[in-house]
């Protein structure tokens, strides 16, 4: 048998738990491969100050067709501070325990699996929520006017939590692939949502191509197949 290469060695530490700083993940996807109320990945946003805005991206490939957690952060003070959850033909989000529904129209909808790309951003000001699916805009919302997200938060992807950090569901945590996630403490403007070129942005909060994270349970990397 031969010895495992470094390479080879680092992708068996980051499978089982590890913590990484600012690692590039270009090329690769976290697969969430089973069913569980302790697997996720945990994120490690710099938020030096409460949030009066915010744009998360991400990208996710699956066949679940129950409810299902991409992205949740939660406080001390509220558990679903920022939600994105898909439900099938619809996508449901929260700020600051307020959530509201997205339905997803028929042009963007489709009933076979394929990757898709998901950018949801938020104004305090305005309470002015935006899912934009595949670069698309859905019809704009409002939610929590006037609030703030506190910055003492624990984000994760896969799972949904239903108190600070904890209080897992395996019923809506999300089996599949994951990728190209990130977040930025600014509402990008439309030109951006629709491409996300990454060299056309602010620097994010959140980056995919310098991650900090860990993993916790069963979340695998692996190179992306596509």
């Known amino acids: 048998m031969k010895n495992p290469t470094p390479a080879s060695l680092l992708l068996l530490l980051i499978s089982f738990s590890g913590v990484l700083s600012e690692t590039s993940l270009d090329g690769k996807v976290f697969v969430f491969p089973s069913s569980s109320d302790n697997s996720y990945v945990l994120l490690k946003p710099a938020l030096k100050q409460p949030l009066q805005r915010f744009t998360i991206c991400l990208s996710f490939f699956t066949d679940l067709s129950n409810p ?37 129209p028929g042009n963007i909808y489709r009933t076979t699996s394929h990757w898709e790309n998901a950018c949801m951003t938020w104004e305090a000001s305005t309470g002015i929520i935006q899912l934009w699916i595949d670069g698309q805009p859905l019809p704009r919302k409002g939610i929590a006017k006037g609030l703030w997200i506190p910055n003492d938060v624990v984000a994760m992807l896969g799972q949904e939590q239903d108190s600070y950090g904890g209080s897992l569901d395996a019923g809506q945590c999300f089996i599949g692939e994951m990728a190209k996630v990130y977040m930025w403490d600014t509402v990008l403007p439309p030109e951006q949502l629709q491409r996300m070129r990454k060299d056309a942005v602010p620097p994010p909060l959140v980056d995919w191509t310098a991650l900090d994270f860990e993993i916790k349970g069963y979340v695998v990397i692996e190179p992306a197949l596509q």
């Open 68 to 104: 299902f957690s991409l992205i949740s952060v939660a406080s001390r003070e509220q558990d679903n501070e920022i939600l994105l959850m898909k439900c099938l033909n619809e996508y449901e989000t929260c700020v600051r325990g307020q959530c509201i529904r997205f339905n997803i």
